[in-house]
């Protein structure tokens, strides 16, 4: 009974954090006309930074030598995950729905196997080629509001070709993750991290300024820098070691379902039956490209 229950409970952490994150996307598509990308992202690091560093600091301190050992590896990870990925993403909001935004983020595990030939080596089997192929299509299919045609017209692509750009960064980020296996502790790592990230911010933001926090963008600031940066992480971190990492990752198939739903409600978004023929294809797509 007992085993049952940590079970249950394990399987509501991956499911709060993909809900956290799907959230995101949607407050990122509500607030692009309240702020500029670079100036939410910057206020999102600094925020995590503020709540992190009274308890990180002296941790840091300690770890100072460990770190240095492992500086230049920090700081790419944080360039791909924390600064070309939120970065492009909260762009890319600018341009396109937040529906798509959800199902385009469903293809990290399928741009991950690929940039795991690159980088480890680790070349697909069958399974993984032919969800690769079915989910591409199925996301040709919802690009195009179920006429393939219409993605020749790149135009109107703009937001969802910078998702996908910032997906593929995304993907390099968990393949280094994987590559290196830092012997850090893994809060340790998410605060080196966040620093990296607003010191890559400060020459961007010196350049094109900063807009001010202001009654309109606050709540979005305040839930992009706590919920998505921290909460979700640790969530996630938690599952891993509860469930494992393969059973883990299948949960991100929920966010494209997810982010549908609170768009719908919250932001008016429609969907469409080339978004339930489209998403059903890119999510089963991916589960066979994760099947050994």
Known sequence: MTQQRIAWWAILLPMTAVVVWSLNIVVTRYVTDFIEPMSISFYRWLLAWLLLTPFMLHKTWQQRQLIQQ?????????AFGML??????????????????????????IFTIFVGILILKEFPNRYA??????SFL???YVLGQGQFDAILNLGQHTGDLLMLLAVFFYAFYGVFLRKWQLALPLMLMLYVQVCFALLYHVPIIVYFGLDPI???????????????????????MKAVQ??????????????????ALIAYFWLNEQWSIYHTLGGMVIVLAVLLAQKK
């Not at 909001?93 to 199902?103: C, I, K, S, V, W």
């Open 84 to 109: 070309l990925y939120q970065g492009l993403a909260y762009s890319a909001a600018h341009y396109t729905t937040a529906t798509n935004m959800g199902l385009i983020n469903a293809f990290i595990p």
């Open 242 to 259: 509860q469930l494992g990492p393969n059973q883990t990752s299948i949960f991100m198939n929920l966010m494209p379902i997810f982010t």
């Open 214 to 236: 202001t009654q309109d963008n606050v709540l979005s600031v305040a839930y992009a820098g706590i919920f998505p940066s921290l909460l979700a992480p640790l969530l996630w």
């Open 70 to 78: 492992h500086s230049l590896k920090l700081a790419i990870l944080s």
């Open 129 to 134: 080629v032919i969800g690769s192929i079915c």
């Open 138 to 140: 199925g996301l040709l």
